[in-house]
């Protein structure tokens, strides 16, 4: 089976409280990607890892999974905000557009995200 380009890979281990969003997001369906992912988030935040670590690494991403990552990323927030555990973003940008986007979720978030260039 040969994996979908306009699809990213996903890796969520709820034990190890890890994340991993990466390569190019610019799926035709953006809520068959990510509505099993928010499914499992939503239940990862009632009883979430010491410490939650999140890496963010596309190579592109379009504006409707920008949509979805925002939200997955809001439902982490509380973990941050109201359970006081550590919440670590790591969000890697080769390009400007890309950067920008990093920004937007900087500038959104109450967890802090670290933006860096790969």
């Known amino acids: 089976m ?3 380009e306009t699809i990213p890979l996903i ?3 709820p034990a190890q409280g890890t994340l991993l969003i990466e390569g190019k997001s610019i799926p035709e369906n953006p ?3 990510f509505q099993p992912l928010m ?3 939503v239940e990862y935040v009632k009883n979430p890892a010491p410490k939650t670590c999140i890496t963010l690494k596309f190579e592109y991403i379009n504006t409707s ?3 979805w990552i925002f939200h997955i990323l809001e439902k982490l927030e509380n973990v941050y905000v109201q ?3 550590v919440v670590e973003i790591k969000f890697y940008y080769s390009d400007e557009n890309t ?3 990093g920004k937007y979720l900087q500038m959104n978030m109450a967890i802090p995200i670290d933006l860096i260039k790969c």
Do not use: Q
């Open 2 to 4: 040969t994996h979908d």
């Open 11 to 13: 890796e969520f281990d």
């Open 31 to 33: 809520i068959k990607i």
């Open 39 to 41: 499914v499992k988030i």
């Open 65 to 67: 999974s920008v949509k």
């Open 83 to 85: 359970e006081k555990r």
């Open 99 to 101: 950067l920008e986007t």
